[in-house]
C-alpha cells in the first residue's frame, strides 16, 4: 500500500494536538479554582479552603509544564507538515499566535513563579494577586487559540492579493461568527474538566475512608459548581450548534447523520451507523422530528444534508457522528451526577453513598474526554477545508517523503505515550499522598504571620481527618 503524506501529515497533527489539549483543558479550570480557593481563604480563614489550594497546586504546575511542552510542538509543525498554509495564512496567524505569547504566555510565565514558590516568600495579597493573574493568563490563551481557530472555521476580515490572506479588519477577524461560542464553549469545558477532576479524587478519597474533611470540602464545592455550569454548558452548546448549521451546514449534517440534500421532519439520531459508501445510515434509532425542532424550531423545519456537496467536500461522518454523541452522552452524564449530588446532599448522604461516590471517581476524566471529542467534531467536521470554504488540506501539505512523516509519527507517539506514562504515574503518586496536614498547615501560617484566629481554626480542625 502506498503512504500518504497528507494522511500522515493529518494524523501526525491530530495526535499531537489531541495529546496537548488534554492538559490546557484541565489546567484553564484548575488554574481558576485554585483561585477561588486561595481567595476564600483570605476571606474567611478556613484551613480547608488553603488544603484545597495548596493540594491542587501541585497537579497544575505538572500539568502546565505538559502543556507547555507540547504545545510548542504544533507552532512548529505548521511549518514543516503545512509549510504552504504557512505561507497563505500567515498574515492573518501569526499576529495572533504572537499576540498569546506576548500576553497568556508572558503573564503566566511572570508570576506563575510567585504562586508555586511564594507562599512564605511574599505577602498573602501579593501571592493571591498573582495566583489570580496566573489563572487570568490562562484564559487569555485560551482566547487567542480560539480566535486563531474560529477564524479558520468561519473566516471574517480579510482579504486575498495574489493567494494570500491579508487582514481588512482585525476587529473581523477576531469576532468571527464562530468565536464568541467556541470560546464560551471551550471556557466552560475547561472548567467542568477540572471539577470533575477535583470532584473525581474527593470521591476516591472519601471511598477509601482518607482525608475526609478535605474531601467533602472539595466535593461540596465541584458538585455547586457541577450544577451551575454542566446544564449552562448544554445551553452555550445548542447556541454552538445553530451556530454551525449557519456558517458550517456539512459539518452539522456530518454530527447528525443527515443524507438527503434537504430533509424535514428531521429526527434526532440516538444511534446510527453512517455508511459513506452507500451515503445512508445502515441502521438508525432516533426521535421522529425532534431534530428539526431542535435545530429550526419547528417539527417540519428543513435541514440540509451531506448530499448537497458533492463527495469529496465531505468529512469522515462516522468520527464526526460518534466523536459528538460522546461528548453529548458525558455531558448529560455529568448533569445527572450534579442533579443526583443535590438530591442527596437534601438526604444528607452525599458523602456515604457509595454507588454515587464510585460513579464520579469513574467520571475523573470525563471532561477529558469530552474535551476531545469535541475537538474531533470540530476539527474533523472541518474537513477537507483548513480554512473553510478556501483552503483545502490537500493542497497545503509540504512536499516531504511519505516515509519521513511515518518515522516521525511513531516517533511521537513512542515519545508522547511515555510522556503520559509519566505524568500518570507522578499525578497518582501525588493523589495518595494527600493533601498537606493540618499541623503542616499551622507551621505554614505561623511563617506566613497569619492572624490569631486563622491559627485558631488550624488547631481545632487538626484532628478532624482521622487522626482522633
Known sequence: MELDTALLSRLQFAFTVSFHIIFPSITIGLATLIAIWEGLWLKTHDPRYLQLAKFWIKPFAITFGMGVVSGIVLSYEFGTNFSKFSDIVGPVLGPLMAYEVLTAFFLEAGFLGVMLFGWQRVGRKLHFFSTVTVAIGTWLSAFWIIVANSWMQTPQGHIIV????HVASWFEVIFNPSMPYRLAHMLLASFITATFVVAGVSAYYLLKKQHTAFAKKGLSMTMWIALVLAPLQA???????????EHQPTKLAAMEGIWPAEEKHVPLLLFAMPNMETESNDFELGIPSLGSLI????????????KAVPPEDRPNVPLVFWSFRVMVGLGFGMIGLAVLALWLRKRGTLYSNKPFLAALAVFTPSGVISVLAGWYVVEVGRQPWLVYDLVRTSEVVSPLPAERVLFTLIGFVVIYTLLLGVYLYFMRKLVKKGPPSMTHLEEQLIGMKAPGYALAWVKNLKHEDGVK
Open 162 to 165: 495574489d493567494g494570500q490572506f
Open 235 to 245: 445551553l452555550i452548546g445548542d447556541h454552538h450548534g445553530l451556530n454551525v448549521k
Open 295 to 306: 435545530l429550526t424550531h419547528s417539527f417540519d423545519g428543513a435541514v440540509q444534508g451531506l
